[in-house]
């Protein structure tokens, strides 16, 4: 390990809160957390984490339950659709100077943006980002750099594709920011209705190579991950522009014949049919492998934050 | 103990993957959890149960969380109706492989036939199947077997009834197929709208001696076990229809006159008033002491599949 | 510690089943589980408490939950709007008799008064009352007991008011009870529409000297504590009526100019406006702690009703 950071108490908020450096560390203590998601550990024994979650996200919140149970701490909190109807008419703020009193760290998901930052500046315990409107989702993006670094064994000098839904997805913003830490070729394959948004490719464009395109086929052959998000219906005012790009927006074994052999599929899941289901038993897929991947990875953060690793 | 098997890693989807010796090594395993479902344990210490609740089954998705606990493991999951309306869209093959990833076994219900079976199929990671469509609740027909063993001493040479509705109730086509296994003479009492299917009696007529009754009082006197469904009153086009037939099928202190002494009445639960409450504080009544079983049986079954016991 | 008292397997019903040495003990226990709450204990590791929540109250669901992760054991449970919904139709002693099976203690919050005693009638394992009806919530009227002992270091010869809708809040009868225990000058301020119930007052007026008024300000200067709660709109049946009250009964920094200046200030939140935010930060403000204060009371309780500490 190259140089150590103290996470004790820090608030995971937005992935622009981390240096490369940081980030680089934060990975290297996901990969020590593999044998411990096997066998369990006691690193958190005695510890709670809450997790608030103003909106569903199911996946998200199972995958920190495992981490923190993987670490021997425990659980309570609430999800919407359900229990948290009755915070409403609470502020945020009191929310949190309560639920603060109930746990170690605490772990927010909120359909409003800003939701997260507010959180941690009332809460003496950390606050996780589990995702805050539509920019941010800082613990989806490591995990896709640690699913990136596991099979190519580093992140510089590769050659990654974005594709699909880039302006409205919020896993892509995070993550396009995040690489744009380290030394890559990105390209952005969309609809133009669903491209990446200005702010953010003027964001980045300063320290990486960053290329638009509406043709996937133009990039691929070269690339060493495809990163596919889904295409939602509601997005277009005109069904038959819906209809016409969905077709170019689809991976299946016919696309991936043009692809090299060790290009990487990556989603953030649930995956529609924008994924043939064709592609699952090949060695493309890496988009389930993603979830157990999401689980060191917090466990890590978890670790961190707790001041259980300095 | 007579024989070990080895049940590391094994789905438990239907009754009818198991023999009778195997079933019995199971009750066998099931009674050594009692004590530790008195004082707790750490034999699945940093395990993860999966519970995926597709349809609500309070009681079953409870008493599997209390025997993970027991045994020093933890418990993630959803449970409809609530957050699981967020996994719609994704085919159950994908929840299964995402799911995987935050467990180390996974329990499904799930109101389709052949779902649990899908979902072993899919995981690397044990399934239990905690009743799936109208067919098949494995765990309940054996927590049912080990409370008859438990007071019996034995289930060869029992008498036993299953009353009420036949036709539909999920509990008594499992439990039907398992005491097939052993030499009862099984006597089955309903409505002639909700007789037992005939393929569920075409499966078990060569095995053990089936007959089937109208009348409880024909054959309640002999017998050891009763074990009682509720008769739902929408399974009736004609209310008239079930008015007249719904008092025949009610347990009451006048009507245990009849039985033996030593005769155990069991029933799945929530009763409504297919049992009297007056019969609550007899000797009769083992129906609430099926839950306390209900929990040793998944202990042991739990500790099997993840190859804490061999 | 002057006395100690063996409350295993009891019942916490109500206030009213304490005496106030009873109490005293409680609170000498739990401030002995002020720094088990910071670090976590293996006391009662293994055990599982199980929670049901007939209706919502989220803050007191996380509260007892996380009072027994941080003393080792486990939590089961269901929380109204949700699964519970399942076992309607299922009478609520029987629902105690089933779930007794999978759990070590009960913890019930109901709608309708008496049901706590009723669960406490047919379960075997320990209840505890989380609320039922608008009558008692006893944990809640301990954690203030607790929380003015903390601060004044004694709660004999304290002047008390108790504020806001003192009819139908549900924490200030149990308080008000478990303050006539002790000798304290108890303040009874509200509007007309919603003053203290009668057979409240008939309760504890031969023990402690109670006054009622409408204007806060005839006993705040000589206050020690002030105990804020809400005042409902929905309590009146004229809205201008309510317009014309509400401003009388908020507490900002101009009315505490007029209080001592260790005055305390506690409410049971969620608050609403009649607290002003500008208070928070002030050293009156202990209504956030005061939730602090309730995971250690909660787990003195469940040590004390599982007998881990005699």
């Known amino acids: 390990m190259k140089r150590r950071y103290d996470f004790t108490n820090r608030d995971i908020v937005s992935i622009r809160g981390f240096t490369r450096e940081e980030i680089d560390y934060i990975l290297e203590v996901s990969h020590s957390m593999e044998p411990l998601a096997e066998r369990g ?86 606050v996780i980002n589990a995702g805050s409107g539509a920019e941010e989702h800082p613990t989806q993006a490591l995990l896709d750099l640690y699913t990136i670094l596991k099979h190519k064994g580093r992140i510089d000098g590769l050659s990654i594709i974005l594709m699909g839904d880039l302006r409205y997805g919020r896993t892509v913003h995070s993550l396009a920011y ?74 299946d074994l016919n696309v991936l014949k043009k692809a090299k052999d060790d290009l990487i599929v990556l989603h953030p899941l649930p995956r529609v049919d924008e994924i043939a289901v064709e592609v699952d038993s090949t060695s493309f897929a890496k988009y389930f492998e993603q979830t157990k991947n999401g689980v060191v990875v917090r466990m890590a953060l978890l670790a961190l934050v707790l001041g259980a690793i300095k």
């Not at 103003?54 to 199972?62: I, Q």
């Not at 409403?88 to 800003?114: C, F, M, Q, W």
């Not at 290329?211 to 495809?226: C, G, R, S, Y």
């Not at 998000?229 to 005109?238: H, L, M, S, Y």
């Open 178 to 251: 995040a690489l744009s830490l380290y030394d890559v070729d990105l390209h952005l394959v969309s609809p133009d209705l669903l491209k990446m948004r200005r702010e953010v490719i003027e964001d980045i464009k300063d320290r990486i190579k960053v290329t638009e395109h509406t043709d996937l086929m133009e990039i691929l052959p070269d690339a060493d991950v495809l990163y596919v998000t889904r295409i939602q219906k509601e997005r277009f005012p005109d069904l038959g522009e819906y209809e016409k790009v969905r077709g170019s927006y689809v991976i």
């Open 41 to 126: 550990s006691d690193m958190l024994r005695g510890k709670v984490l809450a997790e608030l979650f103003f909106e569903p996200s199911t996946r998200t919140m199972l995958s920190f339950q495992t981490a923190m149970y993987k670490l021997g701490g425990n659980v309570i909190g609430f999800a919407e659709p359900g229990v948290s109807s009755v915070w409403k008419g609470e502020s945020l703020a009191d929310t949190v100077r309560v639920v603060e009193n109930y746990s170690d760290v605490i772990v927010l998901r909120h359909p409003l943006e800003g939701a997260a930052r507010l959180a941690a500046e009332y809460a003496k315990v950390p």
